[in-house]
């Protein structure tokens, strides 16, 4: 039973580019969390969706980043015209539903924006 | 806003040692969490706690969940070399859910 899949597990971007994080959830789990993490800190939550929807974006930034996750394939963080503060680690996580408090995180995708 | 205070930010002690670390709020929890990250990877789920005075452990690992539900504790009995990494507590922002707020983390380093 493959874990969280996360990739690219390293992404470099030049400022202006656009940046796509992909996030497989652990096989059953419909509840998909994205996270950022700068160095040397702790976890701040961006997102959750469930298939199709997007439960709560508090976390997010309001401009240049968006989420989904469609009914078929993985749910994609994107970044568009990145710039340097965006260089950071990106979990996700996913877990089998609202009582699934026990979230499972992937590798994460290290983005370097340079 | 809800927030997540661990200490100490770091250790770092002798292999066979024992350790221990807490984490505190000003606001109530139903669950606590407690993950440990490695370099490079993301974190993992080591204890899960649902209920206030609850101790619950995962080999040398030990964990509690305050009774005043503010904290919770995690110790690590006779650390191993591979005990090395940082530890987060976490809590869930809102009832039922994966969304979750985390410490600062806890760096532990053991010496051989």
């Known amino acids: 039973n493959a874990g969280v899949m996360q990739n690219p597990r390293h992404l470099v971007r030049r400022r202006g580019q656009e940046a796509r994080l992909r996030c497989s959830p652990m096989k059953g789990h419909s509840h998909v969390y994205w996270y950022r993490q700068l160095p040397e800190e702790g976890l701040k939550f961006m997102v959750y969706l469930q298939k199709e929807n997007i439960i709560d974006e508090s976390g997010m930034p309001k401009e240049r980043f968006s989420a989904e996750f469609p009914k078929e394939g993985p749910s994609i963080l994107r970044i568009q015209q990145v710039v340097r503060g965006d260089s950071a680690a990106y979990f996700c996580?996913?877990?089998?539903?609202?009582?699934?408090?026990?979230?499972?995180f992937g590798q994460g995708t290290r983005l370097t924006v340079v | 806003g809800q927030q997540l205070n661990q200490s100490p930010q770091s250790m770092f002690i002798q292999e066979g040692e024992d350790v221990s670390m807490n984490c505190t709020s000003s606001?109530?929890?139903?669950?606590w969490l407690w993950y440990k990250q490695e370099p490079g990877e993301g974190p993992v789920l080591l204890i899960a706690?649902?209920?206030?005075?609850e101790l619950t452990s995962n080999g040398r690992l030990t964990a509690q969940f305050g009774i005043t539900r503010k904290d919770s504790f995690l110790n690590i009995s006779a650390s191993i070399p591979s005990d090395v990494g940082i530890y987060f507590c976490?809590?869930?922002?809102?009832?039922?859910?994966?969304?979750?707020?985390f410490g600062q983390g806890t760096t532990l380093q053991v010496k051989p």
């Open positions: 996580a996913s877990s089998p539903g609202t009582e699934g408090l026990e979230a499972f």
């Open positions: 706690l649902y209920k206030a005075g």
């Open positions: 606001s109530i929890f139903n669950t």
């Open positions: 976490a809590a869930p922002r809102s009832s039922n859910t994966g969304k979750l707020i």
